[in-house]
């Protein structure tokens, strides 16, 4: 079956660096997808990665390892508003995305 | 980016009756559309993927007489819940892509409560 895995919820610190890791099993790879979403709202996209290694975006990186089924999503200088879900998605070989439960980040002052 | 407008943003309804749920493609032609729901603490849910001029293709356990898919056009989807109960209170989200691109936007929402 096709599996999404990332933690249930992280803390961290206001200023900090968090990164929340995703595991996934699919059925082919088209490309993983970030995406933030606050509560009550739809999600926005942040990456999107589908060669291995770093993408750089501003406060945010996303990294990717094909071999190990693996991404991780960097967020660097963190920010009260940065307190959001954060979905990994991965777009299968049918151009499906499969998503994964979510992360929830706290952020405390 | 790509602008996918979804109206209305939240509505109330009265159990058995239905509401119709919009979501336009702004400033690209919508090949694809998604539609998602989402209940409390929990992921997206994909309930259906309709292509335009096609009949909507339901994923497992989606209801497709209660929740009738329409996309009739390249730029608007319609999603319909008739007769609808208190269990179908829930977040509702489109999604549009176009042709083979990777990226689907989304549209902002709509948060359904039947009582």
């Known amino acids: 079956g096709q599996n999404i895995d990332q933690p249930t919820e992280m803390t961290a610190t206001e200023g900090a660096i968090v990164q929340i890791n995703c595991t996934y099993q699919t059925s082919g790879f088209n490309g993983l997808f970030w995406y933030q979403q606050h509560a009550g709202e739809a999600p926005t996209f942040l990456s999107y990665?589908?060669l291995d290694g770093l993408e750089e975006k501003g406060r945010f990186s996303s990294f990717l390892s094909r071999s190990k089924g693996y991404s991780y999503l960097l967020l660097k200088e963190l920010q009260m508003k940065d307190s959001a879900s954060y979905l990994c998605a991965v777009m299968d070989s049918n151009y499906q995305l499969i998503w994964g439960a979510g992360t929830k980040l706290i952020i405390k002052p | 980016g790509a602008v996918v407008s979804q109206h209305p943003s939240w509505v109330i309804c009265k159990s058995g009756t239905s509401v119709k749920i919009e979501c336009r493609s702004l400033d690209f032609q919508a090949t694809t559309m998604f539609w998602y729901r989402q209940f409390p603490k929990q992921s997206l849910m994909l309930m259906a993927t309709?292509?335009?001029?096609?009949?909507?293709?339901?994923e497992q356990g989606v209801e497709k007489d209660k929740f009738l898919i329409n996309h009739a056009s390249l730029t608007l989807s319609t999603l319909t819940v008739t007769s609808a109960h208190p269990e179908d209170s829930s977040f509702y989200i489109c999604?549009?892509?176009?042709?083979?691109?990777?990226?689907?936007?989304f549209g902002q929402g709509t948060r359904l409560t039947v009582v």
């Open positions: 309709s292509n335009e001029g096609s009949k909507a293709t339901y």
């Open positions: 990665n589908v």
């Open positions: 999604s549009a892509k176009q042709g083979q691109d990777t990226e689907a936007f």
